[in-house]
C-alpha cells in the first residue's frame, strides 16, 4: 500500500515540472487504412486495469456502449473504444481501462496495453489542424529504442464520454443562478482548454455569465496571449487586470499544462495579480494540494456551471482591485 500511495504521489509531482505520465495501447486496426495506431490516456486518470469480465447489456443499450459491469462492487458503463474511433481489433477486447472523469467512473473496452511512458508536455501537441478525428485532442511524440519518432494519438475522452453518455449538451442562462462579477470594462477572460467540447461549454458558460473571453486550445497560446497583452498594458500605461479580468485553465494540455501556466503567471510581478482558476476533470486532494503550491486562486471539477460560477464569483470578489 505504502508502494501504491508512493507511486501516486510521484505521479502527481510531475505535474509541477510539466511533465506526466501516459498510458499507451491498441484498439486494432483501421478500418480505413488497414493500420494499427498507438492510443493514449494520462495515467493519472486511470483507476485500474483489468481483465476483460462479464458485461451485462441493458434492453435498447446501442454501440459503442457494450453495456455494464460489475468491478469491485460498482457497476459502471463499458463503452467499446475501438468502435468509437473506428477501428477493429484482431485479437478481441481483452481488457478493461477503468477510468474516472470529472466526477464520473468508466470503463473502456480495448485490444491490448503497450507500455506506460513518461513525457515532458513539450513533446505533446495539439491534433486539430492535423487529425480529422473529433476524438483525439493531441498527438505525443515518443522516440523508440532506435531514436525513431513514434506517434500516440491521445484522446478527448471529455468529447468521447459527452457523445456517448450524453448529459447536459449545452449551457443556459437559465441554468446559472445569477451574480454580479467584479470584472473592469473592456477586460477579458483567457482560457485555456484543449478539449472542443470542454471549450465550447466554457464558452457558452462565460457568455452566459456576461464575462467576454478569449478561447486558446493549448496552455502556451494561452501564455502568449498574456504576454502580448500585458505589453500592450505597459504601453498604453495601464494595469494588466484593465486588459484581463481573470485566467481559467485546463491542467491536462499540450504544450504547456496548466500548472506550468499559473506559475508563470504567478512568478511573474506584473502578472500575479491576475486571478487564475483551474478547472479539470483531475480531482484529488494531490491536485489540490498542488493547485495550491502553484498559487493558483481557485480550483474547481469540471462540469457543473453553478459551482463555477460561484468558484469564479469568489475569486473574482477576493483579487486585488
Given amino acids: 500500500m505504502d508502494n501504491f500511495q508512493k507511486e501516486i504521489d510521484e505521479r502527481a509531482n ?8 501516459l498510458l499507451v495501447f491498441r484498439l486494432g486496426s483501421d478500418l480505413n487504412e488497414e493500420k494499427s495506431e498507438l492510443f493514449g490516456i494520462n495515467v493519472f486518470k486511470l483507476r485500474e486495469i483489468v481483465p476483460m469480465t462479464t458485461i451485462t447489456k ?8 457494450l453495456g455494464m459491469a460489475n468491478i469491485r462492487g460498482q457497476i459502471i458503463p463499458v463503452i467499446d473504444l475501438p468502435a468509437v474511433v473506428g477501428c477493429k481489433p484482431a485479437t478481441g477486447l481483452n481488457l478493461l481501462l477503468v477510468t474516472e472523469y470529472a ?50 494519438l491521445v484522446l478527448d475522452v471529455e468529447q468521447i464520454l459527452h457523445d456517448v453518455i450524453p448529459s447536459v449538451r449545452e449551457v443556459k442562462e437559465g441554468d446559472i443562478k445569477l451574480k454580479e462579477f467584479n470584472i473592469k470594462p473592456g477586460s477579458v477572460a483567457i482560457v485555456a482548454e484543449d478539449s472542443k467540447v470542454a471549450r465550447q461549454m466554457l464558452e457558452q458558460g462565460l457568455k452566459a455569465m456576461g ?5 486558446h486550445n493549448t496552455g502556451l497560446e494561452a501564455w502568449e496571449q498574456i504576454r502580448v497583452m500585458a505589453q500592450q498594458a505597459k504601453d498604453e500605461g495601464h ?9 481559467l485553465t485546463d491542467l491536462e494540455m499540450p504544450e504547456m499544462d496548466g500548472f506550468t501556466l499559473t506559475r508563470n503567471i504567478k512568478s511573474d510581478m506584473n502578472l500575479r495579480d491576475i486571478p487564475v482558476v483551474i478547472h479539470s ?4 486532494s494531490a491536485n489540490e494540494d498542488h493547485v495550491r503550491k502553484v498559487g493558483a486562486n481557485g480550483y474547481v471539477a469540471k462540469f457543473e456551471i453553478n459551482q463555477l460560477s460561484s468558484v469564479i464569483h469568489q475569486v473574482l470578489e477576493d483579487a486585488p482591485r
Fill in 14 to 21: 510531475l505535474a509541477l515540472s510539466n511533465k506526466f505520465e
Fill in 211 to 215: 464575462i467576454p473571453a478569449l478561447m
Fill in 103 to 152: 466526477r464520473s467512473t468508466q470503463a473502456f473496452a480495448v485490444e491490448s496495453v503497450e507500455d506506460i511512458v513518461r513525457l515532458d508536455w513539450s513533446q505533446v501537441h495539439a491534433a486539430e489542424a492535423g487529425v480529422s478525428s473529433r476524438n483525439i485532442t493531441s498527438i505525443a511524440c515518443l522516440n523508440n529504442e532506435n531514436q525513431q519518432t513514434i506517434m500516440v
Fill in 239 to 247: 494595469s494588466i487586470r484593465d486588459k484581463i479580468s481573470m485566467v
Fill in 281 to 284: 476533470s483531475l480531482s484529488g
Fill in 58 to 65: 441493458a434492453a435498447g443499450m446501442k454501440s459503442p456502449l
